[in-house]
């Protein structure tokens, strides 16, 4: 099958208004005024940010949920991507995997597909998604805004597709809690159902991509602030508790892996409420989990009982 | 190096105003009233698209150029882009000259780096960009427009990165022209000073990326129409016409062969005069080549003499 065969086989119907049905070089996105794009770009490789033999469909929710989620945290509501795909080899069926785990979330998130490249590789497959979301003129939520006073929230729970990983390798067993751990390393939950309530309320946000701990210390730094991060009330799923309740070293692995993709926002005091009961109402849970302070020291990260987390690294890097 | 450190090092002091001094997760495209994005994407695959032992500031100028030649056929100005690299190790002195190659195009086409993803990969080298332009609303140049009747411009010259890759190879040898089939084999010249010519006049349009006689028959077909073109208007370097004069293999390769980055326009005849002179004065050699024809056959490449050019295959496919 040649290359264009394969798109207009596997992707042309995917494609939204702006991808021209792929048949040009090039899509568009018409400007809606007063509003600016906000483009951000994550590229996942096999071997190092999946397995070369997950599901292909949930390769591809991989790929563009990753992405979504950097768009929820500035607050921007999805328009649609491009994808640039590396494939080792042509696989017909596999394919179709792939652009049906695609269609399933272009079509949950409201996310057309608008264009792209397919080529072969002799390496891995990789997957680079650019996504595209608009925000109010010169509203986006930045990371370097966080201020001292300010609540830092996060959503869902933290922790599970570290140890989700470590289930799946078999190094630990969560028991009836494993197949969740185990879902939620495969497949983010992005909370594009927040970005208002980030867009009306934050001072900055950041999706939680490379660890709590690596990525709080980084909003923190950039924002010329320091924080105290409170570890007890850090938000774990009944699956993650099982396993790191009696493990320091889990636990500390669950604040440090990747693949969360939940969200960190910090909220100034007087909106905390607000924001708070905006989150119920879009369904999406919160939990406080501490406080910005000022200053240029690492962030503090206090286990019950006030003696601080020892971190060594801080951050889960896949580089 | 941490990710980190590497992008604080190489990358951000490439960042244009909308990159946000890659401190964020995003970039920021603010909206130009009246005007549409158009999005490229073009990736390239060390041992596929380049060799991996070229220069990396070549790499960096070739990654960037493909998409800035996607931009200029659709009538784009270029305001920037992003990068996902796939490294397969780090080396500090290679993406010191690879953010050189970068930095030079960046000025030379106006073109900030505005985002992106740097991940590791045990494959080979990839760079994916993915390239942003803005034309006045509803006015990109598409692919699909040609119409019987129009004239067939292509810029530059045909077959010298076909050619300049053999040459490399040691395959051919083009004498004196050889230095200069290499170099655009090595590094497209994107004719982005064309653009509003294009805009003002052209029906279609699209970058020859596959091969004039491949690009060619899909703009055709894409458009619904055929064409006859005479390969003996079609404008070759002296280097390229040394070697193909005598052999027609050779010839048949420059006019299949990928790489040209030149591009295909098609422009209705009454506008075929001032697309002409609105390129002399833009300092862009355009050169007629046929005519577009009703029908759908595939169109017809006719040699000195009337004989058509029997095209096996037709188009060259990194794919």
Redesign the interface.
């Known amino acids: 099958m ?3 065969d ?1 798109i207009a086989r596997h992707f042309a119907p995917l494609a939204g208004e702006g991808g ?1 049905g792929l ?23 096999a ?3 999946f397995f070369a033999n997950d599901p292909a469909d949930s390769i591809a929710s991989k790929a563009l949920r990753v992405n979504l989620s ?2 929820a ?2 607050g ?1 509501t999805p328009r649609g991507f ?3 795909l ?1 494939l080792p080899q042509q696989n017909d069926l596999w394919l179709a995997s792939f652009a049906l785990g695609l269609k399933r979330d272009i079509e949950a998130f409201a996310f057309p597909l ?11 497959l ?1 997957v ?1 998604v ?1 996504a ?1 979301g608009t925000v109010p ?1 010169g509203r ?1 939520v ?3 805004g966080a201020r001292a006073g300010d609540a830092l929230y996060v959503t869902g729970t933290i922790g599970d597709a570290a140890l989700g990983l470590l289930e799946r390798q078999g190094q630990i067993s969560a028991g009836q809690g494993g197949a969740h751990l185990v879902s939620r390393y495969l497949m983010p939950v992005p909370r594009n159902a927040l970005a208002p309530a980030l867009l009306e309320h934050a001072h900055a946000a ?2 939680i991509s490379d660890g709590l701990i690596g990525d709080l210390t ?1 909003m923190m730094r ?1 924002s010329g602030v320091t924080a105290e991060v409170m570890l007890a009330d850090v938000p774990l799923s009944a699956g993650a508790r099982s396993v790191v309740v009696m493990d320091e070293a889990l636990f500390t692995r669950a604040m440090t892996g990747g693949d969360d993709y939940e969200i960190l926002a910090s909220i100034p005091p007087q909106k905390a409420q607000a924001f708070e009961a905006a989150a119920v109402a879009l369904d999406v849970v919160v939990t406080r989990i501490g406080e910005v302070r000022a200053g240029t020291e690492a962030p503090t990260f206090l286990l019950t009982g006030g003696r601080a987390l020892n971190v060594v690294g801080g951050s889960y ?3």
């Open positions: 040649s290359e264009d394969l021209l048949l040009d070089d090039a899509a568009l996105i018409a400007s809606i005024p007063g509003h600016d794009l906000v483009i951000t770009c994550d590229a996942l490789v071997g190092v940010h950097d768009l945290a500035k921007a491009v994808l640039a590396a608008l264009g792209g490249d397919t080529v072969k590789t002799p390496g891995p990789m680079s650019t595209f003129q986006m930045p990371r370097t950041m999706d980084k950039v890097s896949h580089f």
